[in-house]
């Protein structure tokens, strides 16, 4: 049984910086791809950040592209969010998720996710 754990959410001010972390249990983490989402109240869930299962090739649409970083620890079956310069635009519940053999950026991708970190971002 696969296992996605995100932490490291919180209330932070425009600004600043938080980083996520999930650890994934339950599948060979190395040989898969992993993505991050958002989903903010009223609104749709939308793509953050995905990255390769090697690491090498990593995407971002431009909403966070520069802000954010996706990387991965295979060896600790963790992949990472690091956000800066973070805008109460920002604000919403990020998901990890677990997915294809290939970087995507497409949610029905991935077949397994999270439970989800709340992140705030006050003005």
């Known amino acids: 049984q696969v296992q996605l754990v995100e932490s490291g959410g919180g209330l932070v001010q425009a600004g600043g910086s938080l980083r996520l972390s999930c650890a994934a249990s339950?599948?060979?983490?190395?040989?898969?791809?992993m993505g991050w989402f958002r989903q903010a109240p009223g609104k749709e869930r939308e793509f953050v950040a995905a990255?390769?299962?090697?690491?090498?090739?990593?995407y971002y649409p431009d909403s966070v592209k520069g802000r954010f970083t996706i990387s991965r620890d295979n060896p600790r079956n963790t992949v990472y969010l690091q956000m800066n310069t973070l805008k109460p635009e920002d604000t919403a519940h990020y998901y990890c998720?677990?997915?294809?053999?290939?970087?995507?950026?497409?949610?029905?991708?991935?077949?397994?996710w999270g439970q989800g970190s709340q992140v705030t971002v006050s003005p």
């Open positions: 998720a677990s997915g294809p053999l290939h970087i995507s950026s497409y949610e029905g991708a991935y077949p397994y």
């Open positions: 339950g599948r060979t983490f190395s040989r898969y791809a």
């Open positions: 990255i390769s299962w090697s690491g090498d090739t990593t």
